[in-house]
């Protein structure tokens, strides 16, 4: 399997990594070397075997609905690289 | 010629039919968040509801709420669904300011609720029956505002993490009517249940609408989805507009192109959403910080046995056993508060002069003072009493009323303000005779006008009426002045 | 028990036992590793020196013991990797998007290190977001192996993910420090460090508050000097927490107590897959000297095949990437860390905050995570790996009927001069081959000093147990440090 530029471009569209044009091939080129090594994998007859879903084994803890957290907005905005009273601030967002 | 085909709408080549699915996202009653232990109230500062899990910071974790997941299961079976005992959290990966981990916890391949159904009565008696492809819980997503400032949008996280369960219809609704329907059928199942409170204005309740055209027959068209409408009006707009959209396209050549759409109320239209327009390649995978869900049998029976009696139930319950009309019996079980308040209200009485009293006077003030239900200010069991005062003859109807009017504004029990004002109805045959010796007496010409034309009787009862303060029982002044004036039955 | 000279050079369990005993305060054992950390800066282990706070951590403890109310780690310096989220403290995971994050929260691991009394130095360097095996992809320049090749000043790597919190143990920087293994980055650091470093099953340690990398393989262990240092240091890091879905309930034994049982009458395996075509022979010699070892202690040697290891490796780069590919998603310049300048809209912002904020290595795997998981590619690669995961954890299953654990070699090389193998990523990933099955099987695995190449520079052996046996690699590690007898130390180059 391997990728062709396209597809290197629209997977960082998809990842919202800006990918300099002249780092297209270089990356390309990295990815498909990679995907050359994995490929080996496709030898291996997975018939019949099920995901691993877990790696533990073990029911999923639930917890009770009780309110436990939450707050505190100035702990939740103290690191945000802009906010104003409180809101995250961003770019404007076109719907 | 079906019912259903009464439901095609006319091209200029001929009928075309509705095709509608419906994607309902329902925000789950409870204290806190699918995932995390953040508060879920409505209208709260910005970010205060927000635990560091909501805001996606580093090395956080889900853990589910199990009360969430009942709530999950309950409505499963109120929609007489498949409960899956194994179901799986994917998360569903895409990039949008008010998804703070870059991913959805939703449920993809495998849904904790499978198929199911809901019954929706129509006007004019038709039942149809919507399938229910699947449930699944997922998270909310928080909320953007675009319109404080001209170069920034604010995004408030209080709304993520919040549980929402989504529900996913068949195609099976053929009219705007079915889908208005529809939701408010749904709406009511998750009332009675206690799952949902469906506001559609605060946003608990919001519906995606999928419609296509075809002509009878054929197999499906493309769809388009109209993302959320948010009210029940705007449904039935929302569908009216864009199935004629459709068959206009197609009927001038052209092609339904699927995409996602916006409901704009003000223009009546849908309208293509641009930022929707890129293909959305969400790469679901199981989240590995969760393991598939597992319920026991006996975590499904409990929940189970302690259903609420559901509007079908009811409204079946309430036509056997009280005889109601079908027509009335769905309007009253549309509201749970209102099919109680009326059982209660109708204990030990008529059943169907309850009904009426409840339509013609109950409702009709409510409606006068803007009201819902829940705020009426005469309680059932105040109607209880009027009712019984009316049955027995305490009271006549009119004087019934006048109580309601009294109760109703100024509170009060009513058989007190009965005795209080002396509003008791006279029946004692002695006092009427003696109002109506008082009438005749008082109006020689009009006997001589009654004997000859017997319909102005009414006359002489108003007039009985009026000299007993109105208390006098209309049927016994009635009958007392037939045998008085000598008029036969009849008359 | 005699005190050294130098208080850094005592073992974790000397220093709780003489500082207990009120031998040595706790300040003042803090102090000389405060000292040891400034003189220490060519080797750029640390990301964030604490000395005030850890100086007062130190007086609160020494009140404690004062008073007869020591915690089981009371006064004990410790060295956090930057993965850990430190309330209050800077934590940037050796990446510039965090490099300005300060958590208002502490993560699980550490807060119950603090619990138990232990002191915070600071926070070590490691490769960015985990995502390494030489620490020279972090934000902050690479560390430097305290160890170098005989008559070399070449600057060696220190292994990695977890290069600062290996090279600082082994540079008697700290008492121990806490680290996190998800393809080796435990292991490996520790092996090329002359450290001893233990990854716990899978479900162990809390992951709660340790920024995350590949959430179905990351744990949380300890690299220290030697296996009791170890076997103390985990036991603290270990608890189950209720905040961690993926938290085992398995109570957390005393593994210190069981140290010293010996390998009499168990069996160990000799997967005959870990034999690679190309070793240095070193390795293999080494290997067959640990069976040797343990064989001499009373243990059987038993031949057991995993016939699925070779595919370990790029089952590895295909879950892993793409857990990390999602979970990276978070860090998008608009809660907390770096936000791009000069952005034209709110895509422009996340394209270039995160172009900006992520290292080549961390993007490269994000892009193969992402591309892996996309519509038409997620049951060639993705479905698929996580059925060859299961594979593997069949292959151990079945050898564990045969044995009790499992021996290999740790590493396919001793450390490698810096720059040597960044010129392709397949290279620098060949550096996981033993460690990552116990990733993807979900077990615990040791790394303890074995021996030294001719050139000098320590190597490692490698112990895998069953789930939630930890004691038995333990057990197995200390019978082989005991046999090894790894007294060699680097010599201080760096105090100029």
């Not at chain 3, 069949?394 to 960044?422: H, N, Q, S, V, W």
Request: a negative charge; one cysteine or more; charged letters at 25%.
């Amino acid at each position: 399997m391997s990728v062709d530029k396209d597809t290197v471009r629209r997977i960082a569209k998809l990842a919202r990594l800006a990918l300099e044009e002249e780092r297209v091939e270089p990356m390309m080129n990295e990815l498909n070397q990679i995907f050359a090594w994995v490929e080996q994998l496709g030898e291996v007859n997975v018939d019949g075997v099920p995901p691993m879903t877990s790696v533990v084994e073990q029911r999923l803890k639930m917890r009770a609905d009780t309110v436990t957290a939450g707050g505190d907005a100035d702990a939740v905005t103290a690191n945000a690289p802009m906010s104003e009273d409180h809101f995250f601030v961003v770019p404007k967002v076109v719907e | 010629m079906n019912a259903r085909s009464a439901k095609l709408i006319e091209g200029t080549t001929g009928p075309w039919e509705i095709v509608i699915g419906l994607e309902v996202h329902a925000q789950v009653l409870s204290q806190s968040k699918l995932f995390s232990g953040a508060a879920t109230e409505f209208g709260a500062e910005p970010n205060t509801q927000v635990s560091f899990v909501d805001a996606a910071m580093p090395g956080m974790l889900p853990v589910i709420n199990e009360y969430c997941v009942e709530q999950a299961v309950r409505t499963g079976l109120g929609l007489r669904a498949k409960i899956n005992k194994v179901s799986v959290f994917d998360r569903k990966n895409y990039f949008y300011p008010d998804l703070p981990a870059g991913y959805q916890i939703s449920q993809y391949k495998n849904p904790i609720v499978g198929e199911g159904e809901v019954l929706i009565d129509l006007q004019g008696g038709e039942t149809v029956r919507v399938g229910i492809e699947r449930l699944h819980l997922e998270q909310d997503a928080g909320k953007s505002l675009h319109d404080q400032h001209p170069d920034h949008s604010l995004v408030d996280l209080n709304r993520a993490g919040v549980a929402l369960m989504e529900i996913v219809t068949r195609p099976d609704m053929r009219s705007s009517e079915e889908a208005a329907a529809f939701l408010r059928k749904l709406r009511a199942i998750v009332r009675y249940l206690g799952t949902c409170d469906g506001n559609m204005d605060e946003g608990s309740m919001r519906a995606d609408v999928n419609v296509s055209v075809r002509k009878p027959g054929a197999g499906l068209g493309t769809r388009c989805e109209i993302k959320n409408v948010n009210s029940m009006r705007f449904i039935a707009q929302a569908v009216e507009y864009e199935a004629r959209r459709q068959v206009d396209l197609l009927e001038s050549g052209g092609t339904i192109r699927q995409e996602t759409r916006l409901f704009d109320a003000r223009a009546g239209e849908t309208r293509s959403m641009r930022s929707k327009e890129e293909a959305h390649d969400y790469r679901y995978f199981p989240d590995p910080d969760l393991l598939p869900l597992e319920l026991e049998q006996a975590f499904i029976d409990r929940i189970a046995a302690s259903l609420p009696e559901l509007p079908d139930d009811k409204k079946a319950r309430f036509i056997k056993d009280y005889g109601i009309p079908v027509y009335d019996a769905g309007v009253l079980v549309a509201e749970r508060e209102l099919a109680d308040y009326y059982e209660a209200m109708a204990r030990g009485a008529d059943a169907k002069l309850a009904v009426n009293w409840l339509n013609n006077e109950i409702l009709g003030r409510l409606n006068r003072d803007g009201l819902s239900i829940v705020d009426c200010p005469v309680s059932a069991d105040a109607n209880n009493a009027i009712l019984a005062m009316m049955a027995d003859g305490t009271i006549s109807g009119k004087i019934a009323k006048d109580v309601l009017d009294i109760v109703w504004s100024d509170g009060g029990d009513p058989r007190e303000v009965v005795e209080r004002r002396g509003l008791r109805q006279v029946t004692d045959t002695g006092a009427i005779e003696a109002a109506i010796n008082a009438v005749i007496a008082a109006n020689p010409q009009k006997v001589e006008e009654a004997m000859a034309k017997p319909k102005l009787i009414g006359w002489f009862v108003g007039q009985v009426m009026k000299e007993t303060g109105g208390k006098a029982n209309p049927q016994v002044v009635n009958d007392m002045l037939k045998t008085r004036l000598g008029i036969a039955d009849g008359g | 028990m005699s005190l050294p000279a130098d208080p850094t050079r005592f073992t974790l369990a000397d220093a709780r036992d003489a500082v207990k005993a009120k031998r040595i305060s706790s300040t003042e054992l803090t102090k000389t590793f405060i000292k040891a950390i400034a003189d220490a800066r060519p080797l750029n282990a640390f990301i964030t020196e604490t000395p005030e706070h850890a100086l007062k951590m130190a007086e609160a403890s020494d009140a404690l013991i004062a008073k007869g109310d020591a915690r089981p780690l009371e006064g004990l310096p410790l060295a956090i990797k930057d993965l850990f989220c430190t309330k209050g403290v800077r934590t940037t995971a050796g990446s510039r998007i965090l490099s300005n994050f300060i958590p208002p929260y502490e993560s699980t691991v550490t807060q119950n290190l603090w619990d138990a009394g232990a002191v915070m130095l600071g926070k070590v360097n490691m490769d960015e977001f985990a995502m390494g095996s030489s620490n020279e992809t972090s934000y902050f320049k690479p560390v430097i192996n305290p160890w170098r090749a005989k008559n070399s000043n070449q600057a060696l790597v220190p292994g990695g993910s977890s290069g600062g919190s290996a090279a600082a143990t082994s540079a008697f920087l700290c008492l121990g420090a806490t680290a996190t293994d998800t393809g080796g980055s435990i292991r490996q650091p520790a092996a090329v460090t002359g450290t001893v470093g233990i990854k716990p099953t899978y479900g162990r340690c809390s992951r709660w508050g340790t920024v995350a990398f590949a959430s179905s393989l990351d744990q949380a262990g300890p690299i220290t000097r030697t296996v009791r240092d170890a076997a103390i240091m985990l036991r603290h890091m270990a608890s189950v927490d209720p905040k961690d879905s993926t938290s085992v309930d398995v109570p957390v034994p005393d593994y210190e107590a069981t140290l010293e049982g010996g390998v009499k009458g168990m069996r160990i395996g000799i997967p005959k897959e870990y034999r690679i075509d190309g070793a240095p022979p070193e390795i293999e010699a080494l290997w067959q000297k640990g069976a040797e070892w343990l064989k001499a202690a009373g243990a059987e040697l038993v031949d057991i095949s995993l016939p699925h290891t070779k595919y370990a490796l790029p089952v590895y780069y295909i879950v892993a990437p793409a857990e990390a590919s999602s979970n990276l998603a978070r860090y998008d310049g608009v809660r907390y860390g770096h936000r791009a300048a000069g952005v034209k809209d709110i895509v422009d912002l996340y394209e270039k905050s995160r172009a900006e904020g992520f290292g080549a290595e961390v993007r490269r795997r994000i892009l193969i995570g992402t591309y892996v998981l996309s519509a038409g590619y997620y049951d060639a690669f993705y479905a698929r790996a996580q059925k060859l995961r299961t594979l593997i954890l069949r292959d151990f299953t079945e050898a564990f009927k045969k044995c009790d654990a499992i021996l290999t070699p740790a590493t396919p090389c001793a450390a490698f001069a810096m720059g040597e193998k960044t010129a392709d990523p397949v290279t620098m990933y060949l550096n996981d081959v033993f460690t990552v099955t116990a990733n993807l099987a979900g077990l615990p695995g040791i790394s303890v000093p074995a021996g030294l190449t001719a050139d000098g520079l320590p190597l490692g052996l490698q112990v895998i147990g069953k789930a939630f046996d930890e004691a038995t690699v333990l057990k197995v590690g200390r019978s082989m440090e005991q046999a090894a007898n790894f007294t060699a130390t680097p010599s201080t180059w760096w105090r100029v």
